[in-house]
């Protein structure tokens, strides 16, 4: 995994707390250097905080020739666990040259619209709707006293809507439907 250095999944559960202090040191070290770091500077706090020597991973997943090299446009750093896996590393979120700025007013003004919206399909119909929204696709939880339904519109079906809001809208009408009839 690129930018990512693996960690132990059972060292991660015994050493949490060194781990998290970790974390918060990496983030106070990328806002004071605008996020360029060497690779002696990652190596030298996960010695300290950690006790690992991860000399050859840092320069493996950052594709680095020594340790002496910088690493620029860190954005942020997390403890990334695999789902399927259990694997644990800390993941190095970092800026391509060519990426632009996003602008994350535009999502939080979608985000507002659908859920206004959502409470006022709840208000005219006493169903309570929830939707969770990841890169997996879209699950719409309906509520309505002891009954509940849950449908999940999987990714590949939005990728392949000539208008994504077609399938999203087919499966807010059926989930009404059932909570209705």
Known sequence: MKN???????????KMDSVNVLLRR????????????????????ILHALDINTKQEIIDAFGLFSL????????????????????AYLLFNVRNANE???DNGKAAEAFAKVYARLNELQEKTDVKIA??????????????????????????????????????ENTLDDVMRKMID
């Not at 990512?4 to 015994?14: H, T």
């Not at 990496?26 to 706090?45: C, H, K, P, V, Y």
């Not at 002496?68 to 694997?87: F, R, W």
């Open 4 to 14: 990512a250095i693996y960690l132990d999944s059972d060292f991660v559960r015994e």
């Open 26 to 45: 990496f983030e106070t070290l990328i806002n004071s250097t605008d996020g360029a770091l060497t690779g002696q500077m990652i190596w030298r706090n």
């Open 68 to 87: 002496d090299d910088k690493i620029y446009n860190i954005k942020s750093v997390v403890l990334y666990k695999d789902a399927k896996t259990y694997d």
């Open 100 to 102: 632009e700025n996003i």
């Open 131 to 168: 939707a969770k929204i990841t890169t997996d696709g879209i699950e719409i939880e309906a509520s309505k006293d002891n009954l509940v339904y849950r449908i999940i519109i999987p990714k590949f079906t939005l990728d392949e809507a000539v208008d994504i809001t077609i399938p999203i």
